[in-house]
Structures are given as structure tokens and as C-alpha cells.
């Protein structure tokens, strides 16, 4: 089994920038892939960034696209969200998740076994 945690988020005002941490444990060997998505009230949840732990490669949703930066640091199973430029609808619980089920492409949070805990980010204007 594979638990995330997830560092606290925070408040910010419009083009402000905020990092998030996730740390993985347990395992993690079986992790191919690591994602932030995040849910607004009153809106579908969004992967925003996803990257393969193995190769790197990196997704990112064209409304943060330039924006945000999804990293690794492989050797201590932790994934970071670097959010620059925050604007208001950035507003949302931000998860962490991991582990795809098979066939699944990670574009979807549903795609995703292992979700952390979430934390909020509140951007003002």
C-alpha cells in the first residue's frame, strides 16, 4: 500500500506563488506515476500536472500551463507543485495522487488510486 502526504497550502494574493509537497511511502516501488489535481466548489475535479516518476515526463492542464511546475526529488518519493502567478480560480483543494488503474490515461482524478488527504489554496484578488 501507498499512502501520500501532503504539505499544508495557503492563502495568496493574485500573482502570488505557492509550493506544494507530496511525500510518498510504503510502496513505492509500484509508482509509475504522480499527479496534483484539485477540486473548486461547484466544479468538476482537474488533473493539473502529472509527471512520470521513471522518465520525468510532465502533463500539465492548459489553464496552468506556464504557471505551474510539477518536480521530483525520486529519491525521497517526493513530487512538488510549484504555482507561480496565481490568480483567483486557482482556488480549490489540491490533492496529491498516485497509482493508475490499468488502461487509465491520469487525466482524470477517478483515474488515480491513491489520493492524499488534500490541502487548500485560496487565492485573493
Known amino acids: 500500500q501507498v499512502q501520500l502526504v501532503e504539505s499544508e497550502g495557503g492563502s495568496v494574493q493574485a500573482g502570488g506563488s505557492l509550493r506544494l509537497s507530496c511525500a510518498a511511502s510504503?510502496?513505492?516501488?509500484?509508482?509509475?506515476?504522480m499527479a496534483w489535481w484539485r477540486q473548486a466548489p461547484g466544479k468538476e475535479g482537474e488533473v493539473v500536472a502529472r509527471?512520470?516518476?521513471?522518465?520525468?515526463?510532465?502533463f500539465y492542464a492548459d489553464s496552468v500551463k506556464g504557471r505551474f511546475t510539477i518536480s521530483q526529488e525520486y529519491a525521497k518519493n517526493t513530487v512538488f507543485l510549484l504555482m507561480n502567478s496565481l490568480e483567483p480560480e486557482d482556488t480549490a483543494t489540491y490533492y496529491c495522487?498516485?497509482?493508475?488503474?490499468?488502461?487509465?490515461?491520469?487525466?482524470?482524478?477517478?483515474?488515480?488510486?491513491?489520493w492524499g488527504q488534500g490541502t487548500q489554496v485560496t487565492v485573493s484578488s
Open positions: 495522487a498516485t497509482l493508475l488503474f490499468p488502461g487509465r490515461s491520469g487525466l482524470r482524478p477517478g483515474d488515480f488510486t491513491i
Open positions: 510504503g510502496a513505492t516501488d509500484s509508482i509509475n506515476f
Open positions: 509527471i512520470n516518476t521513471r522518465t520525468g515526463r510532465t
